[in-house]
């Protein structure tokens, strides 16, 4: 695994959830967009005060960044969604935000 590009492409992918286009988010957290797209496609690591604007910027918490839980295969992503549904059964408002949530990333699919 690049860890590298892996950073890079999380932060892309958080970059366009959220409606920034690499010119603006380098305009807001202050450096060129060439080095935005350095870091996006792995070639190079930000400094840690670039880190910190782009997760301010972007509303990300080190946890969503950092976290390799994506990396598991589809059956233990399936595992895990199925037990977080399980253990909502019981807590209707639970699992009304997990439909609520599950509905709006499945209608752009």
């Known amino acids: ?16 959830m ?5 010119e603006k988010l380098a305009e807001v957290i202050d ?3 060439r080095n935005l797209s350095n870091i996006e496609l ?3 690591y930000p400094k840690s ?4 604007k782009i997760m301010q910027t972007l509303n990300i918490t080190p946890q ?14 399936i595992k895990l969604i199925n037990q977080y549904i399980n253990n909502a059964k019981n807590n209707r ?7 609520k ?9």
């Not at 949530?101 to 699919?109: A, G, N, Q, S, T």
């Open 101 to 109: 949530i599950l509905r709006d990333l499945c209608e752009d699919v």
């Open 42 to 44: 792995g070639l190079s």
């Open 1 to 16: 695994m690049n860890i590298k590009k892996e950073l890079g492409e999380k932060i892309k992918r958080y970059r366009k």
């Open 93 to 99: 408002k639970k699992l009304e935000q997990i439909y």
């Open 49 to 52: 005060e670039t880190v910190e």
């Open 31 to 33: 450096i060129s967009s």
């Open 64 to 77: 969503e960044l950092f976290s390799t839980d994506h990396l598991k295969s589809e059956d233990e992503l």
């Open 18 to 22: 959220r409606g920034f286009t690499q």
